[in-house]
């Protein structure tokens, strides 16, 4: 049975609807975040995505409510989008990425942790999506490590559509059905259990709508979005150095101005307002991207995705085993209390997910095992923890 | 300087700027929760307050920075709310109580605490108010203990008190100023380390605006808002019992409808939507109560706080020095999680604080020292913690 969630708050992306991402944007990152002023690549091309994002955010999206399953299928795309003449669909692309980039994350972290074993747990909704979530929860290295991927079809409003179509096509006499769109992502936080050794967030994402029924020409619209950031307690300026390095090579193969730009958007985007800190150092993070051609940008998501392991799976070997004080314990566990303030508070794809009745224990995987709160907790100044701190609070570049 | 805070929340009551509170609610609950359909007694009276507040919350609302203070002043009021005309003012009576209360609470907790002491911030405001905060921090008995009171004096959008004052009013050519508004309370969560040994939290507050300079004749607008209830890990029913019955007792002194009303406010007030479950057992909860005469409501709010220590302190007594398992430890911390959960995501003190840049730290006292988020935790069915989530599912009557 098909559920419809009516939502009223002001200004939310389809984006969030996969899963527990901490990174989903929204149109206020664009109004906060300024877009770029000049970019003049041949890729880029103009489209009112836009606008259309922003008067979808604005109305009713229906969702199903999702039923467990037993068995992981093969696909969770629907059989009409999953046939000889749509395999190679963007969407079947991108599915076949993060079903294979989950995979891929869960056995180096399971290799690394040594110890601990992720817990899968599979749903799908009967109007065809569905995702598989994993958790490693109290493991050697790490005290709790989620990776999720999900597909989700559902419906928008029709009002959002006919403007997005423009004024002619909105003058209509005809009245248009729900437009029907189609959202995938892969989403992990990866929380470890030494101080010196940082959480990891990374989250890719591809949306697209479809024609509507009664207006089979209308066009398409499709977005990319996602990213990848690091949330130390204590900075080893080399690790820093390296994570960030492997993000902007990533970028790099694409286009110059990518790493500059989306690093830039990672530390507007992780902000908490009311401590003026971001929660981490920052990684790359992007939203809303169709102005560059679209296999480029499934490229681009996919190396992203890529290299994850390669940018944090041996910062981790380095400091997995590092002795460590009960004070830089503690300052690691006021540090996860920032995590969970930014992602109770600001982050879209949680508050979203919240309000939406999304899979809770998805969305929620992000939260720390551990987490803790100090009336006024002030460090020392200069001290290891002070230097951390700065780091959030005036963002740093760090190649 | 007077620092104008914009806000586009949708729609926040002004009583959320006393600090850190957790039960601020807004017109939101008079819409959710459903106002008594008939209270036909004597000190009953009609004003078009909820409309007007309804009008306030959805504008812009100023309020000057605090700035930190080496002495407690004797009040916070501005000199021309304490001269001897207006010592006996409903704004002196209710800060001087709130003052006095703060006293009591804070030093029964030490007494029961036996070793931690509360350490005391203060802080002014340039054109009057102030707060003082004190937070006692890993104590022997309560992990966290803060009590909090503050006084403000803001400005709200005329456009509110146009309408306020109605069509005939409000279509006149003159055009006046800001409303000033006062506002006072005391808030206070006390958390303690024994996971038997439950979490009270209290807040009465109240609210007044003055007449508009250019219309000295037109009415002020009052309100009174508050509750006291209890957050246990485990049910001990004669605690929960005698909890609630000395919340009624208070009650019952003023009008017997009050105790069944604000048991039930209370438990749709504190209600974590996304996981259906209420954040604890409930106890009393109102709002923009203003319908009943207001010394009545005075006295009403004064018996609340002082019935904080009888309907408490005995709990602790008993139950504080109780030998637990780790089992039992950790399901303590994974409340304290939900205790974040409702706290950075539903109060409306506390999202209101964080938007308006209040007192951060004042803020977030109310958030636990600990907290603890385990992926799909599902206590075994008919165990002591499964009794627990079933009263937070659904709300029990005690008495």
Chains 1, 2 share one sequence.
Not at 221 to 232: H, R
Not at 241 to 255: E, I, L
Not at 286 to 296: A, R
Not at 338 to 350: A, C, H, I, K, Q
Request: glycine share 8%.
């Amino acid at each position: 049975m098909p559920c419809t969630i009516s939502i009223s708050a002001p200004s939310y992306s389809i984006t969030p609807f996969f899963t527990f991402t901490s990174s989903k944007s929204t149109q206020i990152s664009h109004i906060s975040h300024t877009p770029p002023k000049s970019l003049t690549t041949q890729t880029r091309k103009t489209t009112s995505s836009h606008h259309f994002q922003r008067l979808i955010t604005k109305a009713t999206v229906s969702i199903e409510k999702e039923t467990p399953e037993s068995e992981r299928p093969d696909t969770f795309l629907r059989g009409v989008d999953n046939d000889g003449a749509t395999a190679s669909s963007v969407r079947a692309r991108f599915e076949k990425m993060i079903r294979e980039a989950q995979d891929k994350v869960c056995n180096a972290i399971e290799q690394a942790d040594g110890g601990g074993k992720f817990k899968e747990d599979v749903w799908s909704r009967p109007g065809g999506g569905g995702g598989i979530s994993r958790v490693l929860q109290d493991g050697a290295v790490w005290e709790k490590a989620g990776v999720n991927v999900s597909v989700v079809y559902g419906q928008m409003p029709p009002d959002a559509y006919r403007a997005a179509k423009g004024a002619a096509a909105a003058s209509s006499d005809q009245k248009p059905g729900p437009i029907p769109f189609f959202a995938a992502g892969i989403s992990s936080v990866l929380h470890p259990k030494n101080p010196f050794a940082p959480t990891l967030h990374f989250n890719y994402r591809y949306f697209e709508t479809d024609a509507p029924k009664d207006a089979p020409g209308a066009p398409r619209q499709w977005w990319f979005g996602g990213g990848t950031d690091l949330t130390p307690a204590y900075i080893f300026e080399e690790d820093v150095k390296h994570f960030h390095s492997v993000q902007k090579q990533a970028c790099d193969k694409f286009d110059p101005t990518f790493y500059p730009r989306f690093k830039k958007w990672c530390d507007d985007y992780f902000y908490i307002k009311h401590r003026d800190e971001r929660r981490g150092l920052g990684g790359i993070f992007f939203d809303d991207l169709n102005d560059y051609d679209q296999e480029m940008l499934l490229s681009f998501a996919t190396e992203c995705a890529n290299s994850v392991i390669p940018a944090y799976i041996p910062i981790i070997e380095k400091r997995k085993d590092l002795p460590f004080t009960d004070h830089q314990k503690a300052w690691q566990q006021l540090r996860r209390g920032r995590y969970v303030e930014f992602n109770l508070v600001y982050d879209r794809g949680t508050t979203f997910g919240l309000k939406t009745g999304g899979r809770i224990e998805s969305i929620l995987v992000s939260l720390p095992l551990t987490a803790r709160w100090e009336y006024d907790h002030k460090p020392e100044v200069g001290s290891e923890e002070w230097k951390l701190l700065d780091a959030c609070i005036n963002p740093k570049e760090w190649l």
